[in-house]
């Protein structure tokens, strides 16, 4: 199998493999566009990484702030307790959504796996 004829965003050239009867990859074929789009649409809806860290970081500075507060004398040990709790399962929630991008990410990449084996059928190296 050839490498892909496609250019990079940067400029440089594509180094994938290229598909079945194209010198293109799958990221360069026209014929796949509706496919590429369809993931990076579901890609922009779920956001970055770096956001649940971002939330993480928040409810801990909040933890301590109530902490500090409790410790201070400045909030009574009942309230300070039903706060933490909703921290807890502001956590729990943070920490769901962290598993669904996984789980999503994983599926897609399942998806793109099937796809490209199903583009390589009929190749000779593929036992058909």
Known sequence: MSSCSGIRADGGRCKAQAIR?????????????????????RG???????RPVGELGALRAENAEIRERLLGGKLKPGVAAVAIQSINTDIRAVATSLRV??????IERLESLEESLESRKGDHWYGT
């Open 21 to 41: 009867d194209s010198d293109l990859c799958f990221n360069h074929h026209p014929d796949f566009e509706a496919a590429r789009r369809k993931r990076a649409t």
């Open 44 to 50: 922009g809806k779920r956001g970055g990484r770096g």
């Open 101 to 106: 991008v996984e789980q999503e990410r994983l």
